[in-house]
């Protein structure tokens, strides 16, 4: 039965095509999880374990690209994804940016990572109106698309979408390019192709290169369990200090672009998985 459930779910990655992906693709979220598994209290791994399904086998990140898969059965999750800003202006602000293209506020992936952990914070009471497996797979998802510089983009290019470029000498989107390219061309040139080594090299950054940062990230203000606001003003700061910059129509990014991008990646894929860590801490603890 097992296998058969497992089947079943290798079968629907397989053939769930990724046509409109808005956020990291798949290794993008499977990093950050994976970031994230390593930093769990044991409360919160005990909360995780309880929630995931059986044949998760306790691997949060097995499962991290699941909202991506049920986008179109739950149609009203699209726009959780992403958050659209005025064009150029390089600012994000909650009351003007977080709502839906129909005006419905809070519906952005920083209202949806609040919506998310206001439900987990049900967790252990006797009776929860919510589905908190699903909540958990949401929340550790979003955490990841917020930190995808290019979710927090401009409106009229839906996020780099529209933006049509060469990556080196295949024809991609800019917002493409920042879900997977970069990642996956960082993954042959120095890691074999093998997603757990890059896993390792930034594991190794976050207790190195960036441990005297790691605190500033992990915290938020006022005591609140999540801080989204914070996620997503530092990702249009990155969107147009990086992902935007020097781009237009038909652009050719090649090396210079690839070796001065990856760095910012990295940090990003970082920062999602040592805050959803912190996140899944707070709330379970
Ligand atoms: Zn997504």
Known sequence: ????????????????????????????????????QGRLSQKAVDA???????????????????????????????PLHYIDTPDNLCTYQYRRDCKDEDGVMGRCVAGAIRNYTTQLLEYGKQESQYNLTEALLFLSHFMGDIHQPLHVGFTTDRGGNTIEVHWFTRKAVLHHVWDDSIIE?????????????????????ITNVWADQVQTWENCSRN?????????????????DWAYKGVTNGSVLEDEYFQSRLPIVNWRLAQGGVRLAANLNRIFG
């Open 1 to 36: 039965m097992k296998f058969l459930r497992s089947l079943a779910l290798l079968m629907l990655l397989v053939f769930v095509s990724p046509i409109t992906v808005r956020g990291w693709g798949v290794d993008g979220h499977f990093i950050t999880c994976k970031i994230a």
């Open 48 to 78: 995780v374990n309880h929630l995931l399904p059986d044949y998760a086998e306790g691997d949060l990140a097995s499962l991290c690209s699941w909202p991506d898969h049920v986008k179109f059965r739950y149609h009203w999750s699209s």
């Open 185 to 205: 061309t960082e993954e042959e040139r120095f890691y074999e192709s093998n997603v757990e080594n890059l896993i390792n090299a930034i594991e190794t950054n």
């Open 224 to 240: 609140q369990k999540t801080c989204p606001n914070i996620y997503a003003t530092e990702g249009i700061k990155a969107a147009c």
